[in-house]
């Protein structure tokens, strides 16, 4: 079985250390779009009785808004909705497109899920992290947020420092770790189901049964990272923080 990588361009603009790969841009591009057809669809011709589409979205909607009521009071939450909402749903989506499909050509890897690279997980991650600062100075004030730091005693600041980049690591990686080992899992059992009927019957039905199981993983996954990073933006605009 010939060795697969990723399409990437290296040294971008002539700069050494930039480097895009390309079938993430692919997949974020694909996942964004189907997101926002999913969206769309879901949005439009809007009912009191909803059915189909509508009846989904609502149901999403009602499940983010229950993330949101158990990390934070709703007053303060509900500015938080359509963060949580979108991170929930490309999150999903992006988990589940490597499940249904991988496509090689040329040895290289262009359809897969974008959150099995580090780099788009903790690109998420980073992003949260920061706009829980962000939010933290516009809700609480300057000096509140800088307070928090040294509270309860000031010898917490290093601790404290330090919990803000495990906080991103951990919440990137760990999305990460999880699809990608999914997805390593999948190429080894399509690998052995094409050695042959001995090979096929060997690797074809634990295929199925985790790629169905990659299902449910891609969906837990989303809800932790929007757990959690309601979580995190909590302990930075909550009063009792």
Do not use: C
């Not at 079938?23 to 964004?32: E, G, K, P, Q, S």
């Not at 979108?86 to 050509?105: Q, S």
């Not at 985790?210 to 009063?239: C, D, N, P, R, T």
């Amino acid at each position: 079985m010939n060795e697969t990588s990723s399409p990437v361009i290296e040294n971008l603009f002539g700069i050494p250390w930039l480097s895009v790969n390309l079938a993430n841009v692919l997949m974020i591009v694909v996942t964004f779009t189907i997101v926002l057809v999913l969206s769309i669809l879901g949005a439009r011709n809007l009912q009191m009785k909803p059915t189909g589409a509508q009846n989904v979205m609502e149901w999403i909607l009602d499940f983010v808004k229950g993330i949101i009521n158990d990390t934070m009071d709703w007053k303060t939450g509900r500015r938080f909705l359509p963060l949580a909402i979108t991170l929930f749903l490309f999150i999903l989506v992006a988990n589940l497109l490597g499940v249904m499909t991988t496509i090689i050509i040329d040895d290289k890897v262009w359809w897969t899920s974008p959150t099995a690279d580090p780099v788009v997980t903790l690109t998420l991650s980073t992003m949260v992290i920061l706009l829980s600062h962000y939010y933290a100075i516009k809700l609480r004030g300057t000096k509140h947020y800088i307070k928090g730091y040294f509270t309860p005693v000031w010898y917490l600041f290093p601790i404290k420092i330090v919990e803000e980049f495990a906080n991103t690591l951990t919440l990137g990686l760990r999305l990460f770790g999880n699809m990608f080992a999914g997805g390593v899992l999948l190429m080894l059992l399509v690998g052995l189901a094409k050695m042959g009927p001995i090979g096929f019957i060997g690797g074809a039905i634990p295929f199925l049964a985790w790629q169905g199981f990659s299902v449910f993983i891609g969906a837990i996954q989303a809800f932790i990272f929007v757990m959690l990073s309601m979580v995190y933006i909590s302990h930075k605009v909550s009063e009792d923080s």
